[in-house]
């Protein structure tokens, strides 16, 4: 990883040939990190002229300027927002509520470049950095070659970064006319308030169609059938119940209520019941025909008195049995799982212990990972260890923790692991 003073080059932007300065020579990119602090920034080299001497809010403010050892000028540095990446990534899928929000933000800012008397002149999405709502000019103040004024590179790049959806945004017309002078950039801000921010159709139309046709087609196929149960319910005899259910609707439960046939079936049932029920009624009413019916031959209950062992002594497991039973059953699941739960390997986990020492002895800090290189499942953000003691890392490269005591500040650095030495950590 190449380095310049306190910064650690990472990566270029690819943006080498895009920028020029006004001689004609090529500015390279990169994006870096100060190993001072941790913050990130991007690194500008070679640049042949003084940084500007007013800083533009809304732009990626300068930091500072570094002699380069080879005499081909200067290094510009300028800070970097946590989190922010640059606008590119949203190409042709930009929402059209963080369009707006850029619109303004940007508007804005080159509203205060032109009181500066400073011009970017070569805006394009890679030269945007947004996070949320919020975006910042990148490379404001750089003494290179306007290749198209700034109004029109902003009209193109929210052009391209709404993609299919510019057609359908409610205040394209607006944008246009500031962009070819008819507006101010506070009338473009009131075009902006007054117009209904909607999702254009082209992206999200088909899906809205489709969940409002699910939320009012299906109360109206669940509406009307609990009235035609309720209906056949109420209008048919409890004696066919299965017979509306058959049915296609009310016309054919109808004429089932009017037929009499219904009744004279449930009639014809309970004269045969009565038939059937003062058969036995007069036997026992008469007092000389019991004894003449029961006989000794068939005796209801036996004549000596009859041990009967009980049902829960026969086919009926103890308890303490079934107890045992479960028991074995458990430990058998458990030693299977035992047996057969993947474990993870000690082989798979091979890292890089770092000696962390906290000086004056006895105290003690908290170490939090900020920042993880390419490859490491560490959780960033979280509390990887307290220290004094040793502190794992799983991939070798540079991690930037934070260092956190009680009662004291917390500071931030840059650690190159392996780092055979340790790391000595002095509280003030």
């Known amino acids: 990883m190449e380095s310049l003073g306190p910064y650690l080059l990472r990566r270029p932007l690819g943006l080498a040939g895009d920028i020029t300065t006004k001689n004609g020579h090529p500015l390279d990119v990169f994006e870096a990190q100060d190993a001072r602090t941790g913050i990130p920034v991007l690194v500008y080299r070679p640049v ?23 005499g081909s000028g200067t290094a510009w540095v300028a800070e970097l927002p946590l989190g922010a990446v640059p606008a590119n990534r949203y190409l042709g899928s930009a929402p059209a509520q963080r369009l707006r929000d850029w619109v303004l933000a940007l508007a804005e800012t080159l509203e205060r470049a032109k009181a500066a008397h ?20 990148e490379g404001l103040g750089l003494p290179t070659r306007p290749l198209r004024p700034d109004r029109e590179g902003l009209l193109e790049s929210i052009r391209a970064l709404a993609g299919e959806d510019w057609g359908g945004l409610p205040w394209k017309g607006a944008l246009e006319a500031w962009a070819e002078g008819k507006l101010t950039t506070a009338q473009l801000r009131e075009q902006l308030e007054v117009a209904v921010q909607t999702v254009p159709p082209s992206r999200f139309g088909p899906k809205v169609r489709e969940i409002s046709g699910s939320l009012f087609t299906e109360p109206q196929a669940a509406f009307p059938t609990p009235p035609l149960e309720g209906v056949a319910a109420e209008t048919e005899s409890p004696a066919p119940p299965k017979e509306p259910e058959e049915g296609e609707g009310l016309e054919a439960a109808a004429p089932e209520v009017e037929q009499p046939s219904p009744p004279k079936s449930k009639a014809s049932l309970k004269v045969e019941i009565t038939e059937e029920s003062p058969a036995p009624e007069p036997a026992p009413m008469r007092q000389p025909n019991p004894p003449k019916k029961v006989r000794i031959d068939d005796p209801l209950e036996p004549p000596f008195p009859v041990i009967d062992p009980g049902r829960s002594r026969r086919g009926v497991v103890p308890g303490w049995l079934r107890a045992v039973v479960v028991l074995l059953l458990l430990a058998g699941i458990g030693f299977l799982a035992y047996q057969y739960w993947p474990r993870s390997s000690s082989v798979t986990h091979q890292g890089f212990t770092v000696a962390f020492r906290v000086e004056p002895a006895g105290q ?19 509390v990887i260890a307290e220290v004094p003691g040793p502190v794992f890392f799983d991939k070798a490269g540079v991690y930037r923790l934070r260092i956190r005591a009680d009662g004291r500040e917390p500071s931030e650095l840059l650690l190159e692991v392996p780092a055979p030495n340790g790391v000595n950590i002095r509280l003030r």
């Open 48 to 70: 042949q002229a003084a940084l500007p001497g007013v800083r533009v809010e809304g732009s990626l403010p300068w930091l500072e300027a570094l002699t380069l050892e080879d």
């Open 118 to 137: 400073l011009e970017h002149g070569a805006i394009t999405p890679e030269r945007i950095w947004v996070k949320g709502s919020k975006a910042w000019l």
């Open 364 to 382: 003690s800090a908290r170490v939090e990972l900020l920042e993880a290189p390419e490859g490491s499942t560490m959780l960033v953000g979280t």
